[in-house]
């Protein structure tokens, strides 16, 4: 740390020898645009002449796109630290339809949807900055925390990134984007934050004031029309000291999503069918080297989302100095779901089959025909429905603003966030398809999906060809993520004094608790009478299939088409009938992996000296932060000397006493502590205000994600004693990610609502995380409660964890931003990042057994979401009645997380590879019609190109040799919103 301390106090010494800056710039308004005005004040603006000398900004109306750019820019300009800023005029006009997707054009953001366990979405769903992931960005909504959910939450984790899906973009005033840092801001977002502000009754300029927009969307995949609505009402009074706002939304939307699955690869076993006859040899550890994709799929995702809420706030000047504020929000979606996937059986029957037309690239069987195999499947089908999922995100804030004397002022805020993910019922059967029957696949590269099938007919439903192969997934999971904190800030104005204007010092302190209480893992209930296999008088009649189209919208050449399903009522009834969802006694499906408890008890003070010049100003500061964690988790029992796991001591559950034994409840406490110094410079480089250049100088901090510190730990038991195990799960020692910040920028404001700027930045990460491996020993359920061990002595082994460690990183980028007014009726944006990062090194990591060692595989990798290139473009047009406007966003490839190797791979070890998401372009396009100024009209057009969202794993990794090969396709279709916006 000492070399980390060494170049951030170079850095600020530095900075402090350039000249500093004030932020004077050419403030022409351009015209009023448009007959229907906004009704809100923006605080966000200054005059010419007020900027260096006022630091409250003034009051103006703004209208139109131009207007509100300018807006945006002028608030910009004004920052003493680096942002960039989005405000409601500008989003009302863009195609957006949630916080995620009015950001997107800002240099330095990339959004991505739900990738990774779900698949790839249509709807953007997380937000980050300058390349690094979503969770080292903190969003906030007007300074304070959200908590978020997420809909779909099988085997716990999770990530402290805040899920868009819950903010509809109507309940934003401004999108602040803070690049840089100050003390004086929440910590918890080494690459910066993204600040939500909401609108304000005391801001409207009407005594009253009441909008709507009633609407709808069209969904082109499923072909379905849902609803949309959304409205607000405000009133204060004449004194301007009272004001009531309340905000609703109601917003249903249908999706389709057509996929093309591998679900990892394989190796081909020494001494197989398979490898005898291709000649292939043993490389180590029972393999021959060369893989081949587990399960080739036709995946049917379809959903109806429901997105309800709104958002109330009440403020209230009993007196001059004294402000009351009352804020709260509540976002709750319903998110059903029915996904099927029809699926090539290579995983099981490869090995052993006899095989012609084969073809191995780079250690990767490529393509291959099965000969057919009397009585044996060639297909598993799997269909699932999760009636009841939802998330939902909620906060309440009570804040006081008091101005003491003429200069000093406080600010208190008590506050309390929730937020949940349901996933309270999977209704599921998976069967064996295809008898007899041959296949083939062939596998046609990264870009297109592969070709495959069963011989015969195959995909009709046919009682005599289906059997039960199993009956799986987690029940009752309730994860809860909420925080309650009160927060004290003071300011000492010194009225513009030369070179001090103002100190700044506070103080936070937040619990945070972050639990999954419960969880069943079902599976099928042998002991009924019920014959499963074919021909059984349990399968009911299919009641669908798939879309006829579904192949050629995903670009596939050659794969069964109009495959059967059952109904989700239907998958109930069999699931009620014939699944196994005990959670207690000796049949017990309790599931104690998907268990797990965090809380965090989190202190923060600081103090900030603000400095302004002739030309220059800035701000230094300090800010502590002190830790409390506590995390239990359940595995086998970890046999280590000071955290160890005691049985039946779940703090809801009594592990091991229900049928569940051999289970253990682990606990880890750890407390940290760190200085967060931060400095910003400003520095006005024309006597006209409009070239300035700013230099800024950080540490931040990122507390690890959820998932990474608890989850759950799945164990693959060694069957002799001595042998070594396997296994995947969460690391509770990771220490939190500081990292050292440097940025620079120079921004030349040439014209009104004109722009053209561009900033540097390097980031070095301590204590970032990687996949790596360790080695720890655990309690062995197989030899410990096996029939050979009667007495059930206890039995540890030593296990080869895949698990996220400490490593270093680092992020260096470059950002260009183009803003050109066209004309009194035309504009263009062009953003351009260029982002490289990367990992290297490792830290030492607790092996369990009271013992330190370096972790075995955690190398030099991308980081989690970085895109070297990501490429904006946006034109737009207005007059008095019409406006439009169309967007490109376009991100190269990203390393995505990791996925395992198919159980059983390399031994017991459970090796992981590194999964991407392939480079994606989306287009949108608005276009809105002002009737008069109580009524106009917008239609927006959400992904027009139909982007195939592509994902590849890497597996030059863990001790596997071979190159990039496709893991998933996905198409969503498009979206169209049509919407009548009214105003009173």
Request: one cysteine or more.
């Amino acid at each position: 740390m000492s070399h980390r301390k060494t170049l951030l106090a170079a850095s600020i010494i530095a900075g402090l020898c350039l000249s500093g800056a004030v932020f004077a710039a050419d403030n022409a308004q351009a015209p009023q645009v448009g007959s229907a005005s906004s009704d809100q004040d923006s605080t966000q603006a200054k005059t010419a002449a007020d900027k260096s000398k006022v630091k409250d900004l003034s009051t103006v109306t703004v209208t139109g796109i131009r207007n509100s750019q300018q807006l945006s820019l002028d608030t910009k300009q004004a920052a003493e630290s680096h942002v960039e800023v989005i405000s409601a005029e500008d989003i009302g006009k863009l195609p957006a339809k949630n916080v995620a997707d009015t950001i997107a054009q800002i240099p330095g953001v990339n959004i991505s949807d739900a990738a990774g366990a779900e698949g790839g979405f249509d709807e953007a769903d997380r937000a980050a900055l300058r390349g690094a992931a979503p969770s080292l960005t903190l969003t906030t909504v007007n300074g304070h925390s959200i908590a978020s959910g997420d809909w779909f939450i099988t085997g716990g984790g999770g990530s402290r990134s805040v899920s868009y899906a819950m903010l509809p973009a109507e309940v934003v005033s401004q999108v602040v984007v803070r690049k840089s840092s100050e003390a004086n801001q929440l910590e918890g977002g080494a690459a910066g934050s993204i600040d939500i502000l909401t609108r304000k009754p005391l801001e409207f300029a009407k005594p009253f004031t009441a909008e709507g927009q009633v609407g709808g969307v069209y969904s082109d995949l499923p072909g379905s029309t849902k609803p949309q609505f959304s409205g607000l009402v405000n009133w204060k009074n004449n004194d301007n000291t009272f004001g009531v706002m309340a905000q609703a939304f109601y917003e249903e939307r249908e999706l389709q999503r057509n996929g093309q699955e591998m679900l990892g690869y394989s190796y081909i076993p020494s001494g197989s069918a398979a490898a005898t006859q291709l000649g292939l040899t043993d490389k180590g550890n029972g393999s021959t080297g060369v893989f081949y994709p587990n399960l080739p799929g036709a995946a049917l995702f379809t959903q109806t989302r429901k997105r309800k809420g709104g958002l109330v706030d009440v403020e209230w000047k009993p007196l001059d100095n004294l402000s009351l504020n009352f804020n709260g929000f509540y976002s709750h979606m319903d998110a059903s779901d029915y996904n099927r996937n029809y699926m090539l059986r290579l995983r099981d029957r490869l090995p052993g089959s006899t095989l012609s037309n084969t073809s191995i690239n780079d250690n990767v069987m490529t393509s291959a025909v099965l000969a057919p195999q009397a009585g044996v499947s060639q297909g598993i089908y799997d269909m699932i429905s999760r009636p009841g999922e939802s998330e939902s995100s909620q906060y309440y804030t009570l804040d006081a603003d008091w101005k003491a004397t003429d200069h000093l002022n406080f600010k208190f805020q008590v506050g309390w966030t929730k937020g949940t993910g349901n996933t309270p019922t999977q209704d599921i059967m998976e069967m064996d398809t295809g008898y007899g029957q041959g296949s083939f696949y062939k596998m046609n590269g990264l870009g297109t999906p592969a070709n495959w099938g069963m011989t015969g007919v195959n995909n009709a439903y046919n009682p005599a060809t289906v059997g039960l192969d199993w009956i799986f997934g987690d029940q009752g999971i309730h994860v809860v993520d909420k925080e309650r904190w009160f927060q004290a800030d003071g300011e000492y104005d010194f009225d513009d004094a030369a070179p001090l204007s103002s100190l700044q010092f506070g103080a936070r302190y937040a619990r945070h608790n972050h639990d999954s209480p419960f969880a069943v893992g079902q599976g099928p209930n042998w002991a009924s009478a019920v014959d499963f296999g074919t021909n059984s008088p349990l399968w009911p009649a299919s009641t669908g299939n798939y879309p006829s189209s579904f192949g050629s919208d995903l670009g596939v050449g050659q794969m069964p088409s109009g495959i059967w399903y059952w109904s989700p009522s239907q998958l109930k009834e069999l699931n009620a009938l014939y699944a196994n969802r005990a959670s207690s006694g000796p049949n017990s499906r309790f599931y104690p992996n998907d268990i797990y408890s965090m809380k965090e008890d989190n202190s923060a003070y600081y103090f900030q000296a603000n400095f302004n010049g002739d030309r220059w100003s800035g701000n230094a500061g300090l800010r502590y932060v002190a830790t409390n964690e506590d995390i239990g988790y359940t595995a086998g029992s970890i046999q280590e000397t000071t955290h160890g796991g005691q049985m039946c001591n779940s703090p809801w559950y009594p592990c091991g006493t229900d049928g569940s034994g051999g289970w253990y409840w682990n606990y880890y406490q750890h407390h940290y502590g760190k200085l967060l110094p931060s400095f910003n410079l400003k520095y006005n480089l024309t006597e006209d205000g409009n070239l300035l250049a700013r230099f800024a100088a950080s540490q931040t901090m990122t507390r690890q994600d959820y998932g990474q510190l608890a989850g759950f730990l799945s164990l693959s038991d060694p069957q002799k004693e001595g042998e070594l195990g396997g296994g995947l799960g969460p690391n509770p020692y990771l220490k939190p990610m500081v990292s050292t910040n440097f940025d620079a920028a120079l921004e030349w404001y040439f014209a009104p609502r004109g722009l053209l700027s561009a900033s540097i930045y390097m980031m070095d990460l301590n204590n970032y995380y990687d996949y790596g491996t360790v080695t720890q020993t655990y309690l062995n359920n197989y030899l410990t409660y096996g029939v050979n061990n009667p007495s059930h002595t206890p039995v540890y082994s030593q296990y080869l964890i895949s698990q996220p460690v400490n490593v270093n990183g680092s992020l260096k980028g470059v950002e260009l931003n183009y803003v050109q007014p066209i004309g009194d009726h035309f504009g263009t944006q062009l953003s351009y990042t260029y982002a490289n990062g990367h990992t290297s090194g490792g830290t030492y990591l607790y092996n369990g057994d009271g013992t330190y060692g370096n972790n075995v595989a955690a190398g030099t990798r991308p980081l989690y979401g970085t895109s070297k290139n990501t490429v904006n473009a946006s034109a737009y047009f207005e007059n008095d009645h019409w406006n439009a406007r169309l967007n490109y966003t376009y991100r190269s490839s990203f390393y995505d997380g990791m996925m395992p190797v198919t159980a059983g791979t390399l031994g017991n070890t459970m090796p992981l590879l590194p999964y991407y998401q392939a480079g994606t372009g989306y287009l949108s396009a608005s276009i809105g019609y002002t009737l008069n100024e109580h009524i106009s009209f917008s239609f927006d057009a959400m992904n027009l190109n139909n982007p195939t969202l592509r994902y590849y794993v890497y597996g030059h990794q863990a001790g596997l040799n071979f190159g990039k090969v496709p893991e998933a396709f996905y198409t969503n279709g498009r979206q169209y919103y049509l919407t009548a916006n009214f105003k009173f």
